[in-house]
């Protein structure tokens, strides 16, 4: 089975809109992740499981990077505050994802789990 349509940042965002405002203020973001999943879950492979690895690589990059714009947030008050900051957070790299991160990610590790069982493939 393929997967003729992959998912679009629409399709995305009607599943996890917590994530629109980034979206929305970053679009070149949020479309160069949403590629890099499209390119890292080939259909081939992922089967009818394509779209559903697809969102939860966005949706874990994306949390990533929501959980980097609070902790600079909160940094920045800090520092204003005269407390100092926090250290640097995890980095959102998209060749070094670690999906062990959130919740999101660990989804899409069991996901492609089933694969080397359904499949033989491993990814």
Do not use: C
């Not at 940094?75 to 070094?96: C, E, F, H, M, W």
């Not at 590790?109 to 033989?120: A, E, N, S």
């Amino acid at each position: 089975m393929s997967v003729t349509n992959p998912v679009t940042l629409k399709d995305f965002l009607a599943r996890y809109p917590k994530f629109a405002k980034k979206a929305e203020t970053d679009p070149g973001f949020a479309n160069a992740v949403l590629e890099e999943a499209i390119a890292r879950t080939p259909a081939d492979v992922w089967l009818e499981n394509t779209n559903l690895g697809i969102m939860f690589y966005v949706a874990h990059v994306f949390e990533i990077e929501w959980r980097q714009d609070s902790e600079t947030a909160g940094n920045s008050v800090a520092i204003a505050q005269g407390k100092g900051g926090g250290k640097p957070g995890r980095n959102t790299d998209l060749n070094n994802v670690d999906f062990q991160d959130t919740r999101y990610g660990q989804q899409r590790i069991r996901l492609q789990q089933k694969l080397v069982t359904t499949t033989g493939f491993s990814v």
